[in-house]
T-cell receptor, first 115, second 116 residues
């Protein structure tokens, strides 16, 4: 079964550094998402992306965050200047189409540790 | 943000018995509800969903019940198996006039342990 692939599985970075988290969504999917889960807290929506633009973003997704689909397969999340509170599991997800019959397919996540 | 609540952080059930996981929500605009299962070091995996026009949806050993008046849903697993041991997340979504489904609001999850 096709999978959403995320790399790296674990990223350690120093506060203030830029980090790029990478995702390869399922190949025929058209809608892409980033979620995150801070340890012990809920899974939270960050952003949705369709047709090369952001569809919706949460209040968490401020100017320090950006997303890009640089080619036909990758979907990236960039954090420009990481803060300690950015430490979390970041999950990429995708769906083929926007309908209630298309539940999100999540990747296994990237654990980001900001020191 | 407490729009979706799972008040039981953990549940322990004997193999073969029924597991009942509960979820409450506060936003009356939610009209689609999902359950995801998560194993350690993996992403959430979709399990079962229900639209607000229904009150029950069944898929094999898994049944989700929705009580809209109480803003409550539950997931029943019967019979429970040791392989069902995982964290179960309840999630909800509101139809934004046909805009992208994808902004899900998650509960904190319930750790289910099924023992032999």
């Amino acid at each position: 079964e096709p999978e959403v692939t995320q790399t790296p599985s674990h990223q350690v970075t120093q506060m203030g550094q830029e980090v790029i988290l990478r995702c390869v969504p399922i190949s025929n999917h058209l809608y892409f998402y980033w979620y995150r889960q801070i340890l012990g807290q809920k899974v939270e929506f960050l952003v949705s992306f369709y047709n090369n633009e952001i569809s919706e973003k949460s209040e968490i997704f401020d100017d320090q965050f950006s997303v890009e689909r640089p080619d036909g397969s990758n979907f990236t999340l960039k954090i420009r200047s990481t803060k300690l509170e950015d430490s979390a599991m970041y999950f990429c997800a995708s769906i083929f189409r926007s309908s209630y019959n298309s539940p999100l397919h999540f990747g296994n996540g990237t654990r980001l540790t900001v020191t | 943000d407490q729009q979706v609540k799972q008040n039981s952080p953990s549940l322990s059930v004997q193999e073969g018995r029924i597991s009942i996981l509960n979820c409450d929500y506060t936003n009356s605009m939610f009209d689609y509800f999902l359950w995801y299962k998560k194993y350690p070091a993996e992403g959430p995996t979709f399990l079962i969903s229900i639209s607000s026009i229904k009150d029950k949806n069944e898929d094999g050993r898994f049944t989700v019940f929705l009580n809209k008046s109480a803003k409550h849903l539950s997931l029943h697993i019967v019979p429970s198996q040791p392989g069902d041991s995982a964290v179960y997340f309840c999630a909800a979504s509101a139809d934004n006039r046909g805009s992208t489904l994808g902004r899900l609001y998650f509960g904190r999850g319930t750790q289910l342990t099924v023992w032999p």
